[in-house]
């Protein structure tokens, strides 16, 4: 299975060791060299990480990012990938704040319809003797959105993702 590009931020030790493996089962690596030190430039050259130079052009360049840091620094890691993706869905999907209302008000207040399909569905596959992840957590999912069941005012999407993260 292909996932796309991953970027890897600040290949340190671990990182770049990380970034190599990947390299070395075909993947394309990508990661920003502005602002980074001299080691981890020769790190990520070491390893054959493609550079694109900033956090922004990581961001569009890769499906899946790796933040590979010390504890101390994964808030600042989160806050500057946060900031970039921010800046690109403004200039790629204006109309994103939009389309996520609307998904949010045509679909959480008839969210629970879906819970029993989404169970017998998981139980054909596993049935089956397929894969019943997707399903169950669809159920999972559709489960935790009852409580809004036919609300004429949908909730914040705060709210709706405090509601999905309850266990």
Do not use: N
Not at 44 to 61: F, I, Q, S
Not at 67 to 85: I, M, Q, T, W
């Amino acid at each position: 299975m292909s996932i796309g590009p991953v970027g890897v931020l600040h290949p340190g030790e671990m990182g770049s060791v990380l970034g190599a493996i990947l390299r070395g089962g075909g993947g394309r690596v990508v990661w920003a060299s502005e602002g980074r030190s001299g080691p981890s430039h020769d790190r990520a050259t070491r390893a054959g990480l493609e550079d694109v130079g900033t956090l922004p052009a990581l961001v569009r360049e890769s499906a899946v990012i790796l933040a590979v840091c010390p504890p101390h620094a994964a808030l600042a890691v989160k806050e500057g990938v946060d900031e970039a993706l921010a800046r690109e869905w403004e200039r790629s999907q204006p109309d994103l704040p939009a389309r996520l209302a609307a998904a949010v008000r045509g679909s959480v207040p008839t969210a629970w319809r879906f819970v029993g399909e989404r169970e017998e569905s998981a139980a054909t596959f596993a049935a089956a003797g397929l894969p019943d992840g997707f399903s169950s957590a669809a159920a999972l999912v559709y489960r935790r959105l009852e409580q809004y069941k036919d609300t004429k005012q949908p909730p914040a999407e705060g709210e709706i993702a405090a509601a999905l993260c309850r266990g």
